[in-house]
């Protein structure tokens, strides 16, 4: 991913929070002229401020890097459970399949760099499901 695609992202964010360069600047502790060339990409943008951004942002660093969105972000889950243990992602599964919910599991990069991943379990709720709590 080229410098052009993160300053769009980071465009296309700032304008989500309804925010001008000179707000987002002052959120992110950057100049209006330097958020502008982040969005340009006229210049480098160092890691410690795209973390900045994306905490400013309140979204995850790999949104700023990423060229496109992640499929799973995409889906409509009724619930996304992280769970570390295999043993117990299978355990969690089998249970949710015999209770009729759609079930399955995913990853998610931990971190920017990709090395380290977080496992879950996603479950879409049936309508055709038995009502247990009764």
Known sequence: MGLIEV????????????????????KVGKSESQIGAYE???????VDTLFKIASV?????????????????N???DAELRIYNQDDR??????????????GQHKKSANPTG???NYYVHATDLKENADTSK
């Open 7 to 26: 300053g769009k992202n980071i465009r296309d964010i700032r304008q989500k929070m309804g925010l001008t360069q000179k707000e987002f600047g002052e």
């Open 40 to 46: 340009t990409a006229k210049v480098n943008i160092s």
């Open 57 to 73: 942002a309140k979204v995850m660093p790999e949104e700023l890097i990423s060229w496109q969105k992640k499929s799973e972000d």
């Open 75 to 77: 889906k409509k889950w």
């Open 90 to 103: 299978l355990a969690v599964i089998g249970i949710l399949a015999k209770n009729g919910y759609d079930v």
């Open 115 to 117: 090395k380290a991943v």
